[in-house]
């Protein structure tokens, strides 16, 4: 079990992890798009380029999003892959919701299709997918390596997983200005604008946690993916990781 399978979105709090974590964003819904914008002052957009990018050079027909969320992932790669079949999963109904929302605007989104699933036991069929791509989700599994079991299960083989996840900086004055930044006015802005008083707390907790770069690829390649991969952006603030189905 790694470290950040440990931390919990709410102190004192008997639920399992996955309980809480769909409480938190079932709960930040409705301001998740605008506090993504605001604590990555927009680079969130950038780093979502560079995941639709390495995604469509694999030209999936069918895909798989997990930790969906709002939907951005699906629906960039729905405007890029508009014959693509593309599926997004989630464990909170309220970000669902907000995708298909989302969804009934936006003219090249009649491929996309919105479930609630479990991402560790999603219920999808082997093989189902091309592609399968996760942002900001894996952190929150309460089980990674089970996660990335799951996400081997459903790709076919020769097919590719796309991770995008945030990160911690390795220089030390990077790291230092993160530090300030992720631990006084992120949970500040949070609690100012979701009304959550530890969703935003949580977040650099969990990403401090969680196992980065050449640790998370060895998670990968322990559930079976090969070539796995990393590049960090921004000074290391996030990381896209990928890897293949044998």
């Known amino acids: 079990m790694s470290q950040v399978e440990k931390v919990n979105p709410y102190r004192d709090d008997s639920r399992t992890k996955d309980e809480q974590v769909r409480s938190m964003f079932d709960s930040i819904a409705p301001a998740y798009d605008f506090m993504n914008r605001a604590m990555t002052g927009g680079l969130d957009r950038l780093w979502l380029r560079r995941l639709v990018s390495e995604a469509v050079a694999a030209s999936p027909g069918s895909i798989i999003d997990i930790a969906t969320g709002t939907g951005d992932v699906a629906f960039a790669l729905a405007r890029k892959l508009p014959e693509a079949s593309i599926t997004g999963i989630d464990l909170s109904e309220g970000m669902l919701d907000k ?6 605007g936006l003219p090249y989104a009649s491929k996309v299709s919105f479930m609630q699933a479990d991402c560790l036991d999603s219920g999808l069929p082997d093989g189902c997918a091309d592609l399968i791509t996760v942002a900001y989700g894996v952190r929150n599994f309460a089980d990674i390596a089970a996660g990335y079991r799951e996400m081997y299960r459903m ?50 907790e969990s990403i401090a946690a969680a196992p980065q770069r050449r640790a998370m690829t060895a998670i990968m390649e322990s559930a079976g993916f090969v070539s796995a991969r990393y590049r960090s952006f921004t000074m290391g603030v996030c990381t896209l990781y990928t890897a293949l189905k044998r």
């Open 155 to 204: 790709l076919r083989p020769g097919g590719k997983l796309c991770v995008l996840e945030l990160s911690t900086p390795v220089s030390a004055i990077p790291l230092a200005g993160y530090r300030l930044y992720t631990r006084t006015l992120v949970p500040a802005l949070g609690r100012l604008m979701s009304h959550d008083a530890r969703a935003y707390s949580y977040l650099p």
């Open 99 to 104: 995708a298909r929302a989302k969804a009934a």
